[in-house]
Protein backbone atom coordinates (compact mmCIF):
# COMPACT_ATOMS: atom_id res chain seq x y z
CA UNK A 1 0.00 0.00 0.00
CA UNK A 2 1.29 3.15 -0.95
CA UNK A 3 2.04 5.56 1.87
CA UNK A 4 0.48 8.80 2.01
CA UNK A 5 2.69 11.56 2.57
CA UNK A 6 3.36 12.81 5.90
CA UNK A 7 4.23 16.54 6.67
CA UNK A 8 8.05 15.38 7.09
CA UNK A 9 8.51 13.36 3.63
CA UNK A 10 7.26 16.54 2.05
CA UNK A 11 9.31 18.54 3.73
CA UNK A 12 12.13 20.70 2.70
CA UNK A 13 14.29 23.38 3.90
CA UNK A 14 16.61 25.69 2.31
CA UNK A 15 20.67 25.69 3.00
CA UNK A 16 22.93 28.38 2.71
CA UNK A 17 26.56 28.39 3.85
CA UNK A 18 28.37 31.76 4.54
CA UNK A 19 31.76 32.76 4.61
CA UNK A 20 32.42 36.07 6.13
CA UNK A 21 35.56 38.58 6.96
CA UNK A 22 34.85 41.47 8.49
CA UNK A 23 37.32 44.05 9.46
CA UNK A 24 36.58 46.18 12.61
CA UNK A 25 37.37 50.35 12.94
CA UNK A 26 36.75 50.95 16.80
CA UNK A 27 37.38 54.42 16.11
CA UNK A 28 34.77 55.10 13.47
CA UNK A 29 32.56 51.79 14.74
CA UNK A 30 32.57 50.44 11.67
CA UNK A 31 32.96 47.67 9.82
CA UNK A 32 34.58 46.20 5.87
CA UNK A 33 33.09 42.50 5.37
CA UNK A 34 32.87 41.04 2.27
CA UNK A 35 30.63 37.50 2.62
CA UNK A 36 30.09 34.18 0.17
CA UNK A 37 27.02 32.71 0.43
CA UNK A 38 26.54 29.01 -1.00
CA UNK A 39 22.61 29.06 -1.64
CA UNK A 40 21.04 25.71 -2.24
CA UNK A 41 17.47 25.48 -3.71
CA UNK A 42 16.33 22.48 -2.10
CA UNK A 43 12.18 24.06 -2.95
CA UNK A 44 10.49 22.61 -5.68
CA UNK A 45 10.45 25.99 -6.62
CA UNK A 46 12.36 28.18 -9.19
CA UNK A 47 13.84 31.59 -7.82
CA UNK A 48 14.31 34.34 -9.62
CA UNK A 49 14.92 36.57 -7.05
CA UNK A 50 16.40 36.86 -3.54
CA UNK A 51 16.45 39.05 -0.58
CA UNK A 52 18.41 39.92 2.34
CA UNK A 53 18.18 41.50 5.09
CA UNK A 54 19.94 44.88 6.14
CA UNK A 55 19.34 45.01 10.01
CA UNK A 56 21.21 48.42 11.03
CA UNK A 57 19.45 50.08 8.32
CA UNK A 58 16.71 50.52 11.11
CA UNK A 59 18.37 52.47 13.18
CA UNK A 60 18.41 55.77 11.60
CA UNK A 61 15.83 58.37 12.11
CA UNK A 62 12.04 58.09 9.97
CA UNK A 63 13.01 54.41 9.27
CA UNK A 64 10.02 52.11 9.78
CA UNK A 65 11.11 51.01 13.41
CA UNK A 66 11.16 54.71 14.68
CA UNK A 67 8.20 55.80 13.46
CA UNK A 68 6.43 52.38 14.16
CA UNK A 69 7.94 53.21 17.95
CA UNK A 70 6.66 56.65 17.90
CA UNK A 71 3.48 55.90 17.19
CA UNK A 72 2.90 52.33 19.00
CA UNK A 73 0.34 52.85 21.80
CA UNK A 74 2.90 51.17 24.06
CA UNK A 75 6.28 51.52 22.92
CA UNK A 76 9.13 49.66 24.02
CA UNK A 77 11.20 51.91 26.40
CA UNK A 78 14.28 51.29 25.08
CA UNK A 79 13.26 52.62 21.70
CA UNK A 80 10.88 54.97 22.70
CA UNK A 81 11.70 58.27 20.15
CA UNK A 82 15.74 57.42 20.45
CA UNK A 83 16.24 56.72 16.97
CA UNK A 84 15.05 59.93 15.43
CA UNK A 85 17.32 61.80 18.08
CA UNK A 86 20.59 59.67 16.38
CA UNK A 87 23.30 61.74 15.08
CA UNK A 88 25.17 60.97 11.44
CA UNK A 89 27.91 58.80 13.37
CA UNK A 90 25.68 57.29 15.64
CA UNK A 91 23.39 55.83 13.29
CA UNK A 92 23.53 52.34 11.70
CA UNK A 93 23.36 51.41 8.35
CA UNK A 94 24.98 48.76 5.99
CA UNK A 95 25.96 49.67 2.39
CA UNK A 96 26.40 47.11 -0.08
CA UNK A 97 28.67 46.95 -3.29
CA UNK A 98 30.11 44.08 -5.98
CA UNK A 99 27.00 41.96 -5.68
CA UNK A 100 27.27 39.28 -7.52
CA UNK A 101 25.87 35.94 -8.45
CA UNK A 102 28.32 32.99 -9.61
CA UNK A 103 30.57 36.14 -10.61
CA UNK A 104 28.18 37.68 -12.68
CA UNK A 105 27.31 41.50 -11.39
CA UNK A 106 23.52 41.49 -10.20
CA UNK A 107 20.89 44.47 -10.21
CA UNK A 108 20.02 45.37 -6.31
CA UNK A 109 17.42 47.92 -4.15
CA UNK A 110 17.75 48.65 -0.87
CA UNK A 111 14.50 49.70 0.38
CA UNK A 112 14.57 49.79 4.39
CA UNK A 113 16.63 46.87 6.23
CA UNK A 114 15.56 44.72 3.02
CA UNK A 115 17.97 44.34 0.27
CA UNK A 116 15.58 42.81 -3.10
CA UNK A 117 17.89 41.43 -5.87
CA UNK A 118 17.03 40.01 -9.15
CA UNK A 119 19.19 37.33 -10.03
CA UNK A 120 21.11 36.67 -13.02
CA UNK A 121 19.99 33.17 -13.61
CA UNK A 122 17.55 31.28 -11.70
CA UNK A 123 17.89 28.91 -9.43
CA UNK A 124 16.44 25.23 -10.22
CA UNK A 125 14.88 23.42 -7.94
CA UNK A 126 18.00 21.27 -6.28
CA UNK A 127 20.27 24.16 -7.84
CA UNK A 128 22.75 25.62 -6.06
CA UNK A 129 24.28 29.33 -6.25
CA UNK A 130 27.30 31.34 -5.07
CA UNK A 131 26.20 34.73 -4.26
CA UNK A 132 29.14 37.61 -2.92
CA UNK A 133 29.14 40.81 -2.03
CA UNK A 134 31.09 43.38 0.33
CA UNK A 135 29.42 45.28 3.00
CA UNK A 136 30.86 48.67 4.41
CA UNK A 137 28.41 48.85 7.52
CA UNK A 138 28.15 51.41 10.63
CA UNK A 139 27.40 49.88 13.73
CA UNK A 140 24.52 52.07 15.51
CA UNK A 141 24.93 52.91 18.91
CA UNK A 142 22.67 50.23 20.96
CA UNK A 143 19.07 50.80 20.60
CA UNK A 144 17.36 47.71 20.73
CA UNK A 145 19.38 44.33 20.71
CA UNK A 146 22.51 44.70 19.02
CA UNK A 147 24.95 47.63 18.64
CA UNK A 148 27.81 49.80 20.23
CA UNK A 149 28.49 50.57 23.83
CA UNK A 150 25.11 49.25 25.42
CA UNK A 151 24.33 50.80 28.65
CA UNK A 152 26.48 48.66 30.94
CA UNK A 153 29.43 49.49 28.87
CA UNK A 154 30.44 46.60 26.67
CA UNK A 155 31.72 47.56 23.49
CA UNK A 156 29.98 45.76 20.76
CA UNK A 157 26.81 43.27 20.93
CA UNK A 158 26.78 42.58 17.51
CA UNK A 159 23.64 40.81 16.86
CA UNK A 160 21.68 41.18 13.42
CA UNK A 161 25.02 42.69 11.81
CA UNK A 162 25.57 41.22 8.65
CA UNK A 163 23.37 40.84 5.35
CA UNK A 164 21.59 38.03 5.98
CA UNK A 165 19.66 36.08 3.73
CA UNK A 166 16.08 35.99 4.17
CA UNK A 167 13.95 32.72 4.74
CA UNK A 168 12.03 31.02 1.77
CA UNK A 169 9.89 27.94 3.12
CA UNK A 170 6.69 26.19 1.47
CA UNK A 171 4.77 30.11 1.89
CA UNK A 172 7.48 32.12 -0.13
CA UNK A 173 10.03 34.53 0.97
CA UNK A 174 10.05 35.81 4.28
CA UNK A 175 11.41 39.26 3.57
CA UNK A 176 10.00 41.05 6.75
CA UNK A 177 11.23 44.78 7.69
CA UNK A 178 13.01 45.10 10.58
CA UNK A 179 10.32 46.89 13.18
CA UNK A 180 10.50 45.32 16.25
CA UNK A 181 10.98 41.81 17.09
CA UNK A 182 11.26 38.19 16.04
CA UNK A 183 13.56 36.11 13.31
CA UNK A 184 13.50 33.31 10.92
CA UNK A 185 16.47 32.78 8.72
CA UNK A 186 17.23 29.08 6.78
CA UNK A 187 19.76 26.84 8.22
CA UNK A 188 23.63 26.36 7.25
CA UNK A 189 27.14 27.33 8.25
CA UNK A 190 28.84 30.23 9.47
CA UNK A 191 32.75 30.52 8.91
CA UNK A 192 33.24 34.05 9.85
CA UNK A 193 36.95 35.74 10.48
CA UNK A 194 36.63 38.75 12.47
CA UNK A 195 39.71 41.54 12.38
CA UNK A 196 39.69 43.53 15.50
CA UNK A 197 42.40 45.71 17.58
CA UNK A 198 44.06 43.17 20.22
CA UNK A 199 43.12 44.36 23.21
CA UNK A 200 39.26 43.14 22.42
CA UNK A 201 38.48 39.45 23.23
CA UNK A 202 35.44 38.44 21.28
CA UNK A 203 33.07 35.84 22.01
CA UNK A 204 30.82 34.41 19.46
CA UNK A 205 27.76 31.82 18.59
CA UNK A 206 30.77 29.46 17.38
CA UNK A 207 33.91 27.62 18.20
CA UNK A 208 36.94 29.47 17.88
CA UNK A 209 39.15 27.72 15.18
CA UNK A 210 42.46 29.63 15.93
CA UNK A 211 41.99 29.14 19.86
CA UNK A 212 45.96 28.29 19.50
CA UNK A 213 47.23 31.06 17.73
CA UNK A 214 45.48 33.92 19.65
CA UNK A 215 43.10 32.12 22.03
CA UNK A 216 41.14 32.84 24.70
CA UNK A 217 43.77 33.43 27.74
CA UNK A 218 46.23 34.95 25.57
CA UNK A 219 45.26 38.77 26.79
CA UNK A 220 45.30 37.11 30.10
CA UNK A 221 49.05 36.01 29.63
CA UNK A 222 49.99 39.29 27.67
CA UNK A 223 49.55 42.57 29.24
CA UNK A 224 49.12 44.35 26.27
CA UNK A 225 51.11 47.75 25.71
CA UNK A 226 48.82 50.38 25.36
CA UNK A 227 50.47 51.44 21.71
CA UNK A 228 50.13 48.38 20.46
CA UNK A 229 46.35 48.36 20.56
CA UNK A 230 46.43 49.56 17.18
CA UNK A 231 47.92 45.96 15.86
CA UNK A 232 45.42 43.91 14.92
CA UNK A 233 44.29 40.16 15.36
CA UNK A 234 41.73 38.12 13.95
CA UNK A 235 39.77 35.76 15.05
CA UNK A 236 38.05 32.84 13.41
CA UNK A 237 34.82 31.02 14.15
CA UNK A 238 33.17 28.37 12.44
CA UNK A 239 29.71 27.07 13.40
CA UNK A 240 29.07 24.21 11.43
CA UNK A 241 24.67 24.32 11.97
CA UNK A 242 23.31 27.38 12.95
CA UNK A 243 20.82 30.21 11.17
CA UNK A 244 22.27 33.35 12.73
CA UNK A 245 25.50 34.69 13.69
CA UNK A 246 26.33 36.72 16.62
CA UNK A 247 29.29 37.99 18.42
CA UNK A 248 30.23 40.52 20.97
CA UNK A 249 33.35 42.36 21.89
CA UNK A 250 34.84 44.22 24.58
CA UNK A 251 38.36 44.87 26.12
CA UNK A 252 37.33 43.87 29.49
CA UNK A 253 35.68 40.34 29.32
CA UNK A 254 36.93 37.79 31.15
CA UNK A 255 36.03 33.89 30.23
CA UNK A 256 34.91 31.18 32.59
CA UNK A 257 34.32 27.86 31.81
CA UNK A 258 32.67 24.75 33.39
CA UNK A 259 31.66 21.38 31.99
CA UNK A 260 28.24 20.13 32.32
CA UNK A 261 28.63 16.12 32.41
CA UNK A 262 26.93 14.46 29.28
CA UNK A 263 26.69 17.98 28.07
CA UNK A 264 28.05 21.16 26.75
CA UNK A 265 30.84 23.05 27.96
CA UNK A 266 29.50 25.89 29.08
CA UNK A 267 31.23 29.60 28.89
CA UNK A 268 30.88 32.66 30.41
CA UNK A 269 32.04 35.99 28.91
CA UNK A 270 31.58 39.48 31.60
CA UNK A 271 32.98 42.08 32.83
CA UNK A 272 34.15 41.55 36.78
CA UNK A 273 32.96 44.05 39.19
CA UNK A 274 30.30 44.72 41.86
CA UNK A 275 27.34 44.77 39.53
CA UNK A 276 28.28 41.37 38.24
CA UNK A 277 29.41 39.55 41.57
CA UNK A 278 26.47 37.23 40.92
CA UNK A 279 28.23 35.39 38.04
CA UNK A 280 30.72 33.83 39.89
CA UNK A 281 27.33 31.28 41.44
CA UNK A 282 25.64 31.08 38.04
CA UNK A 283 27.95 28.35 36.42
CA UNK A 284 26.96 25.48 39.16
CA UNK A 285 23.63 26.85 38.88
CA UNK A 286 23.26 26.35 34.81
CA UNK A 287 24.55 22.82 35.00
CA UNK A 288 21.89 21.35 37.08
CA UNK A 289 19.49 23.78 34.85
CA UNK A 290 21.16 21.86 31.61
CA UNK A 291 20.60 18.50 33.20
CA UNK A 292 16.84 19.01 34.28
CA UNK A 293 16.35 20.42 30.41
CA UNK A 294 18.82 18.09 28.45
CA UNK A 295 16.04 15.34 30.49
CA UNK A 296 12.37 17.17 30.04
CA UNK A 297 12.61 18.88 26.27
CA UNK A 298 15.14 16.83 24.91
CA UNK A 299 19.56 16.67 24.35
CA UNK A 300 21.54 19.93 23.77
CA UNK A 301 23.41 18.69 20.66
CA UNK A 302 25.73 21.26 20.69
CA UNK A 303 29.45 21.03 22.48
CA UNK A 304 29.31 24.25 23.79
CA UNK A 305 26.53 27.25 25.25
CA UNK A 306 28.13 30.88 25.95
CA UNK A 307 26.37 33.28 28.16
CA UNK A 308 28.33 36.65 27.33
CA UNK A 309 27.09 39.79 28.79
CA UNK A 310 26.00 42.49 26.15
CA UNK A 311 23.02 43.55 24.56
CA UNK A 312 19.82 45.30 25.95
CA UNK A 313 17.99 42.64 28.16
CA UNK A 314 18.31 38.85 27.22
CA UNK A 315 17.68 37.60 23.55
CA UNK A 316 18.93 34.26 21.93
CA UNK A 317 21.42 32.85 19.12
CA UNK A 318 22.60 29.73 18.22
CA UNK A 319 24.39 28.03 21.00
CA UNK A 320 24.81 31.03 23.03
CA UNK A 321 23.00 33.96 24.53
CA UNK A 322 23.85 37.95 24.90
CA UNK A 323 22.24 39.06 28.53
CA UNK A 324 22.54 42.29 30.11
CA UNK A 325 24.64 41.74 33.46
CA UNK A 326 23.98 43.98 36.19
CA UNK A 327 21.42 41.94 37.73
CA UNK A 328 20.52 40.00 41.38
CA UNK A 329 21.00 36.64 41.56
CA UNK A 330 17.45 35.83 40.98
CA UNK A 331 17.32 37.92 38.01
CA UNK A 332 20.41 36.78 36.41
CA UNK A 333 19.19 32.81 36.50
CA UNK A 334 15.82 33.60 35.47
CA UNK A 335 16.96 35.41 32.46
CA UNK A 336 20.22 32.88 31.55
CA UNK A 337 17.20 29.75 32.08
CA UNK A 338 15.05 31.58 29.88
CA UNK A 339 17.60 32.38 26.89
CA UNK A 340 19.53 28.67 27.62
CA UNK A 341 15.91 27.42 26.69
CA UNK A 342 15.84 29.03 23.13
CA UNK A 343 18.71 26.60 22.88
CA UNK A 344 15.29 23.92 22.29
CA UNK A 345 12.78 26.87 21.23
CA UNK A 346 14.41 28.88 18.30
CA UNK A 347 17.82 27.37 18.18
CA UNK A 348 17.12 24.36 17.33
CA UNK A 349 13.62 23.88 16.56
CA UNK A 350 14.07 27.24 14.71
CA UNK A 351 9.95 27.57 13.90
CA UNK A 352 8.97 30.67 12.17
CA UNK A 353 9.21 33.22 14.97
CA UNK A 354 7.07 35.82 13.35
CA UNK A 355 4.43 33.63 13.08
CA UNK A 356 4.82 31.07 15.17
CA UNK A 357 6.32 33.28 18.78
CA UNK A 358 4.15 31.66 20.86
CA UNK A 359 5.95 28.41 19.61
CA UNK A 360 9.54 30.62 20.40
CA UNK A 361 8.69 32.46 23.46
CA UNK A 362 5.42 30.26 24.82
CA UNK A 363 7.04 27.59 24.80
CA UNK A 364 10.73 28.84 26.10
CA UNK A 365 8.14 30.42 29.23
CA UNK A 366 6.68 27.32 29.74
CA UNK A 367 9.59 25.40 29.87
CA UNK A 368 11.41 28.00 31.86
CA UNK A 369 8.95 28.09 34.63
CA UNK A 370 9.45 23.97 34.97
CA UNK A 371 12.86 25.33 35.18
CA UNK A 372 13.10 27.53 37.84
CA UNK A 373 10.60 25.48 40.01
CA UNK A 374 13.35 22.80 39.97
CA UNK A 375 16.09 24.75 40.45
CA UNK A 376 14.06 26.64 43.48
CA UNK A 377 13.17 23.21 44.69
CA UNK A 378 9.66 23.76 44.43
CA UNK A 379 7.32 20.60 43.80
CA UNK A 380 4.04 22.29 43.58
CA UNK A 381 2.34 21.47 39.90
CA UNK A 382 1.39 25.32 39.70
CA UNK A 383 5.09 26.14 37.99
CA UNK A 384 3.02 28.07 35.48
CA UNK A 385 0.24 29.64 37.46
CA UNK A 386 1.83 33.14 36.74
CA UNK A 387 1.20 32.27 33.21
CA UNK A 388 -2.47 31.76 33.94
CA UNK A 389 -2.77 34.73 35.55
CA UNK A 390 -1.41 37.14 32.90
CA UNK A 391 -3.51 35.39 30.22
CA UNK A 392 -6.29 36.14 32.49
CA UNK A 393 -5.27 39.73 32.52
CA UNK A 394 -4.89 39.85 28.81
CA UNK A 395 -8.49 38.38 28.39
CA UNK A 396 -10.05 41.27 31.00
CA UNK A 397 -7.94 44.11 29.65
CA UNK A 398 -10.00 43.98 25.85
CA UNK A 399 -6.85 43.66 23.91
CA UNK A 400 -6.35 40.64 23.12
CA UNK A 401 -5.78 39.96 19.77
CA UNK A 402 -5.38 36.17 18.20
CA UNK A 403 -2.01 34.28 18.54
CA UNK A 404 -1.67 33.45 14.86
CA UNK A 405 -0.99 37.63 14.24
CA UNK A 406 1.82 38.33 12.71
CA UNK A 407 4.36 39.18 15.63
CA UNK A 408 5.33 42.93 14.45
CA UNK A 409 1.53 43.68 13.48
CA UNK A 410 -0.41 43.30 17.79
CA UNK A 411 -1.73 46.60 18.40
CA UNK A 412 -0.08 46.91 21.56
CA UNK A 413 3.27 45.67 22.61
CA UNK A 414 1.20 44.03 26.07
CA UNK A 415 -0.90 42.40 23.34
CA UNK A 416 2.04 40.49 21.60
CA UNK A 417 3.78 39.71 24.64
CA UNK A 418 1.00 38.31 26.82
CA UNK A 419 -0.21 35.90 23.45
CA UNK A 420 3.39 34.93 22.92
CA UNK A 421 5.03 34.13 26.20
CA UNK A 422 1.80 33.78 28.88
CA UNK A 423 -1.01 32.62 26.65
CA UNK A 424 1.69 30.65 24.55
CA UNK A 425 3.06 28.67 27.48
CA UNK A 426 -0.42 27.95 28.50
CA UNK A 427 -0.81 26.56 25.19
CA UNK A 428 1.65 23.89 26.29
CA UNK A 429 0.53 23.44 30.04
CA UNK A 430 -2.99 22.99 28.79
CA UNK A 431 -2.53 20.68 26.96
CA UNK A 432 -0.92 18.44 29.39
CA UNK A 433 -4.50 18.89 30.87
CA UNK A 434 -5.69 17.28 27.44
CA UNK A 435 -3.79 14.64 27.07
CA UNK A 436 -1.78 14.55 30.73
CA UNK A 437 1.26 15.57 31.95
CA UNK A 438 3.45 12.82 31.33
CA UNK A 439 2.10 12.42 27.65
CA UNK A 440 2.75 16.07 27.29
CA UNK A 441 6.68 15.48 28.64
CA UNK A 442 6.63 12.84 25.93
CA UNK A 443 5.40 15.03 23.08
CA UNK A 444 7.94 17.55 24.02
CA UNK A 445 10.95 14.93 23.38
CA UNK A 446 9.53 13.56 20.27
CA UNK A 447 9.06 17.26 18.78
CA UNK A 448 12.41 17.95 19.65
CA UNK A 449 13.89 14.52 17.68
CA UNK A 450 11.73 14.69 14.85
CA UNK A 451 12.01 18.30 13.86
CA UNK A 452 15.52 19.39 15.82
CA UNK A 453 17.44 21.40 13.38
CA UNK A 454 14.24 22.28 10.86
CA UNK A 455 11.72 24.71 10.53
CA UNK A 456 8.63 23.45 12.53
CA UNK A 457 5.47 24.61 12.16
CA UNK A 458 2.27 24.69 14.23
CA UNK A 459 0.98 22.21 12.01
CA UNK A 460 4.01 19.74 12.63
CA UNK A 461 3.93 20.17 16.92
CA UNK A 462 0.08 19.14 15.93
CA UNK A 463 1.01 15.89 14.31
CA UNK A 464 3.92 15.00 17.03
CA UNK A 465 0.80 15.59 19.98
CA UNK A 466 -1.74 13.67 17.80
CA UNK A 467 0.38 11.32 16.84
CA UNK A 468 2.15 10.70 20.14
CA UNK A 469 -1.70 11.06 22.46
CA UNK A 470 -3.45 9.26 19.57
CA UNK A 471 -6.28 11.98 20.15
CA UNK A 472 -7.50 14.55 17.80
CA UNK A 473 -6.31 18.05 18.80
CA UNK A 474 -6.78 20.26 15.43
CA UNK A 475 -9.69 22.05 17.02
CA UNK A 476 -7.67 22.94 20.41
CA UNK A 477 -5.56 25.11 18.24
CA UNK A 478 -8.33 26.36 15.86
CA UNK A 479 -9.60 27.86 19.15
CA UNK A 480 -6.83 29.00 21.42
CA UNK A 481 -4.34 29.87 18.29
CA UNK A 482 -6.78 31.65 15.51
CA UNK A 483 -9.66 33.03 17.82
CA UNK A 484 -9.65 34.54 21.16
CA UNK A 485 -12.56 32.58 22.02
CA UNK A 486 -12.26 31.77 25.92
CA UNK A 487 -13.17 28.93 28.26
CA UNK A 488 -15.88 29.24 31.01
CA UNK A 489 -17.58 26.09 32.43
CA UNK A 490 -19.99 25.99 35.29
CA UNK A 491 -21.65 23.35 38.37
CA UNK A 492 -25.28 24.82 37.68
CA UNK A 493 -26.85 23.28 40.27
CA UNK A 494 -26.60 19.72 41.97
CA UNK A 495 -29.48 17.67 43.16
CA UNK A 496 -30.08 14.68 45.13
CA UNK A 497 -32.26 12.19 43.66
CA UNK A 498 -32.59 9.21 46.18
CA UNK A 499 -29.77 7.73 46.96
CA UNK A 500 -27.36 9.23 43.54
CA UNK A 501 -26.98 12.93 42.84
CA UNK A 502 -27.46 14.81 39.23
CA UNK A 503 -24.50 17.30 39.04
CA UNK A 504 -25.48 19.74 36.08
CA UNK A 505 -22.99 21.66 34.52
CA UNK A 506 -22.77 24.07 31.60
CA UNK A 507 -20.51 25.12 28.96
CA UNK A 508 -20.76 28.84 29.43
CA UNK A 509 -18.13 29.85 26.92
CA UNK A 510 -17.40 28.75 23.71
CA UNK A 511 -14.04 27.21 23.80
CA UNK A 512 -15.07 23.38 24.20
CA UNK A 513 -12.96 21.05 26.83
CA UNK A 514 -12.90 17.69 28.20
CA UNK A 515 -13.84 17.72 32.03
CA UNK A 516 -11.68 16.29 35.18
CA UNK A 517 -14.89 16.07 37.88
CA UNK A 518 -12.96 16.07 41.36
CA UNK A 519 -15.96 14.26 44.21
CA UNK A 520 -14.40 15.12 47.53
CA UNK A 521 -16.46 12.68 49.84
CA UNK A 522 -17.24 13.50 53.44
CA UNK A 523 -14.75 10.26 54.21
CA UNK A 524 -12.11 11.90 52.88
CA UNK A 525 -11.46 10.14 49.51
CA UNK A 526 -11.84 11.35 46.22
CA UNK A 527 -13.41 10.50 43.02
CA UNK A 528 -12.70 11.83 39.49
CA UNK A 529 -15.41 11.74 37.08
CA UNK A 530 -14.14 12.11 33.49
CA UNK A 531 -16.11 13.54 30.67
CA UNK A 532 -14.64 13.03 27.61
CA UNK A 533 -15.12 15.97 24.40
CA UNK A 534 -16.35 13.86 21.67
CA UNK A 535 -14.07 15.61 18.89
CA UNK A 536 -10.88 14.49 20.69
CA UNK A 537 -11.66 10.73 19.83
CA UNK A 538 -9.88 9.56 22.55
CA UNK A 539 -8.89 10.59 26.34
CA UNK A 540 -6.25 10.77 28.70
CA UNK A 541 -4.56 8.13 31.25
CA UNK A 542 -5.17 8.70 34.73
CA UNK A 543 -2.67 11.00 36.04
CA UNK A 544 -2.84 9.99 39.75
CA UNK A 545 -4.17 6.94 41.85
CA UNK A 546 -7.69 8.70 42.28
CA UNK A 547 -10.66 6.54 41.42
CA UNK A 548 -11.78 7.68 37.93
CA UNK A 549 -14.53 6.43 36.16
CA UNK A 550 -15.13 7.66 32.41
CA UNK A 551 -18.34 9.25 31.31
CA UNK A 552 -20.38 9.29 28.10
CA UNK A 553 -18.88 12.16 25.70
CA UNK A 554 -19.88 15.62 25.81
CA UNK A 555 -20.26 17.15 22.35
CA UNK A 556 -19.19 20.94 21.36
CA UNK A 557 -22.98 21.66 20.71
CA UNK A 558 -24.35 21.06 23.92
CA UNK A 559 -24.19 23.35 26.54
CA UNK A 560 -25.75 21.85 29.11
CA UNK A 561 -24.07 18.04 30.58
CA UNK A 562 -26.14 16.44 33.50
CA UNK A 563 -23.82 13.97 35.65
CA UNK A 564 -25.72 11.54 37.10
CA UNK A 565 -23.46 9.84 39.80
CA UNK A 566 -24.49 6.66 42.40
CA UNK A 567 -23.43 8.66 45.89
CA UNK A 568 -25.93 9.92 47.93
CA UNK A 569 -25.55 13.92 48.08
CA UNK A 570 -25.21 13.85 52.02
CA UNK A 571 -21.74 11.66 51.54
CA UNK A 572 -20.37 14.38 49.65
CA UNK A 573 -18.37 17.31 50.63
CA UNK A 574 -17.64 19.35 47.63
CA UNK A 575 -17.70 19.16 44.10
CA UNK A 576 -14.66 20.77 41.74
CA UNK A 577 -14.01 21.28 38.22
CA UNK A 578 -10.23 20.99 37.32
CA UNK A 579 -8.34 21.37 40.39
CA UNK A 580 -4.88 20.97 38.82
CA UNK A 581 -6.13 24.47 37.39
CA UNK A 582 -4.52 23.44 33.93
CA UNK A 583 -7.66 24.65 32.20
CA UNK A 584 -7.87 28.14 31.51
CA UNK A 585 -11.27 28.71 33.05
CA UNK A 586 -11.33 32.66 32.77
CA UNK A 587 -14.06 32.25 35.84
CA UNK A 588 -13.38 29.88 38.64
CA UNK A 589 -16.13 31.20 40.98
CA UNK A 590 -18.43 28.55 39.45
CA UNK A 591 -16.32 25.97 39.12
CA UNK A 592 -17.21 24.41 42.51
CA UNK A 593 -19.90 23.21 44.98
CA UNK A 594 -19.80 22.87 48.59
CA UNK A 595 -22.36 20.77 50.77
CA UNK A 596 -23.22 22.67 53.72
ZN1 LIG B 1 12.44 34.65 25.00
Given at each position: ?15 V ?68 K ?14 S ?60 W???I ?10 N ?10 W ?46 T ?79 G ?63 V ?141 N?K ?74
Open positions: MPLIGTSQEAYWQQENYKMQVDVDVERHQLNGNQTLLYTNNSPDTLHEIYYHLYFNAFKPDGMMDIRSRSILDPDDRVLDRISLNNDEIGYHIITNLQDGTDLSYNVEYTILEVELAHPILPGGRTELSLNFKSQIPVQIRRSGRDNKEGISYSMAQYPKAAYDSRGWHAPYIAREFYAPGQFDVSITINKNYIIAASGILENNNEIGYGYQDDLSIDPKHNEEKLWHFINEKAHDFMWAADPDYIHETVQVPNGPKLHFFYQQSHATRHWKKLPEILITAFRYMNTHFGTYPYNDFYVIQGGDGMEYPMSTLITGHRDLVSLVGVAVHEALHSWYQGVLATDESYYHWMDEGYTTYASSLTMDYLMGDNDQSNAKNYINYYSLVTSGQEEPMSTHADYFETNFAYKRAAYSKGAVSLSQLGYLVGDDCLKKILLNYFDQWKFKHPNMNDFIRVAEKTSSMELDWYYDYWIHSIKTIDYAIQEVQSIEQSTIIKLQRIKPIPMPIDLIILDGTKKCYYIPLGIMRGYKKPENAMPREIMRDWHWTHPNYNLMIEVNLDNIKSIEIDPSRRMADIDRSNNSYLNK
